[in-house]
Every structure is written in C-alpha cells, then in structure tokens.
C-alpha cells in the first residue's frame, strides 16, 4: 500500500479552513490514522480510523474518507497548527506513512 | 503520565552495531505491542517495526529495508523495548521513536504515545 499526500506544502492564514488530502494506493476501507508533528518534536496522534478524534485533540481537527481518498479538515487554523501532517495506513504490513503534508501560517 | 522514553543513539561506522532501548512509565506495558519509527534528517516518518506482547507469542514485523539487520526484543519486567541494529548504512541515519500501539477494536489501531526520540548517525 502506498499512500500519497497533497500538497506537500500549503501556507493559509489564521482562521482559514484547510484540508489535506491522503490517497492509497488500493482501498484500505478506514484503516486509516493521521499525525501532526510539530518543528522538534515527537508525532502525535490526531485522529484513528479515519474520522475518530484522539482524546485531547481540539474540535477544529476533523478526518473523514474511506476506500482510497483521505482529508484531515483543520477548521479556524491557529498559529500553534504550524507543523507537519501525516496519514498512516495501520492494517497490514509495512504500517505506511504519507509522505508529509507541510502547514505554514502566513 | 504515560511516557516512554529512548535512549542509546549516537555516531557509528558504517557495518557496525548499535542498540537502543525504550523505557515505558505510567502504564501497564505488557499489554502492548510497542513499534519503532525513523526519521531520516529532513525526511518523513518510516515504520521500522514491531513487537507484539506476550499474549501474541513476542512475534515481530519489519519493514524490508531493515529486515535481517535490526532485532526487536522486550522485557517486560523492565517495561521496555529495544531495537539490536546491526550492519548498519549511511542510510540508517535518523531519529528513531518508540511509539505505543493502541488497539481501537477490528483491528483498528495506532500509534497513542510516542517517545521523544534519539538520532542514530552511521558515518566514517
């Protein structure tokens, strides 16, 4: 299973809505997780099966999608979101990861 | 809290050997499978493996790029993990996470708790 992110990169300003896109390679019903990882730091679990919010992450993070085509949705972007993103297929082996979707705050 | 915490990176040849440990906190760790995940400097995350607990036989996954080379054990009486690293490559150079997998019921899982992270430099 390959999984490809787009874009790679986006810039947006506070309060914008934005969403990033995850497309496998073959379906993967929602077997699906995503990941912010910010400038430094450890990745951290944002949302499970494609559309479940972690325990702790804010409202204004949303994923939905299933089969092929992924979005994780970050309504009202705060400054704090600047990071990079990731999906993950977590089915079978290897446990893939998208190759990073890149947010900067203009 | 829930922490797990990775230590044993630093400089190595190329073809030697090296290994890291991941020490759980404020959990019952037995109960996981517990992964391992790189980041090659300026890169993305890449899955490096797996051990599940003992419930599952200890069994092991890897990722084809270390598979033969790296070794992942536990113990559990320590509440942590480790990964053996051998005949490493330039191309191992990274920042290797030990990660919590998480079950959410139908095989539906992730990865809840990650480590802070230590870099692994393979270099003449």
């Known amino acids: 299973i390959q999984l490809t992110q787009s874009p790679s990169s986006l810039s947006a300003s506070v309060g914008d809505r934005v969403t990033i896109t995850c497309r496998a390679s073959?379906?993967?019903?929602?077997?699906l997780a995503w990941y912010q990882q910010k400038p430094g730091k450890a990745p951290k679990l944002l949302i499970y099966?494609?559309?479940n919010l972690q325990s702790g992450v804010p409202s204004r993070f949303s994923g939905s999608g299933s089969g092929t085509d992924f979005t994780l949705t970050i309504s009202n972007l705060q400054p704090e979101d600047l990071a990079t993103y990731y999906c993950?297929?977590?089915?079978?082996?290897?446990?893939?990861f998208g190759g990073g979707t890149k947010v900067e705050i203009k | 809290e829930e922490q797990l915490v990775e230590s044993g990176g630093g400089l190595v040849q190329p073809g030697g050997s090296l290994r890291l440990s991941c020490a759980a906190s404020?959990?019952?760790?037995?109960?996981?499978?517990m992964d391992w995940v790189r980041q090659a400097p300026g890169k993305g995350l890449e899955w490096v493996g797996r051990i599940r607990n003992e419930v599952n036989g200890y069994t092991t996954e890897y990722a084809a790029s270390v598979k033969g080379r790296f070794i992942i054990s536990r113990d559990d009486s320590k509440n942590s993990v480790y990964v053996q690293m051998n005949s490493l490559k330039t191309e191992d150079t990274a920042v290797y996470y030990c990660?919590?997998?998480?079950?959410?019921?139908?095989?539906?899982?992730?990865?809840?708790?990650w480590g802070q992270g230590t870099m692994v430099t393979v270099s003449s």
């Open positions: 099966t494609a559309s």
């Open positions: 990660a919590r997998r998480v079950d959410h019921g139908g095989d539906h899982e992730a990865f809840d708790i």
């Open positions: 404020g959990f019952t760790f037995s109960d996981h499978y």
């Open positions: 993950q297929y977590v089915k079978s082996y290897p446990l893939t």
């Open positions: 073959q379906g993967i019903s929602n077997f």
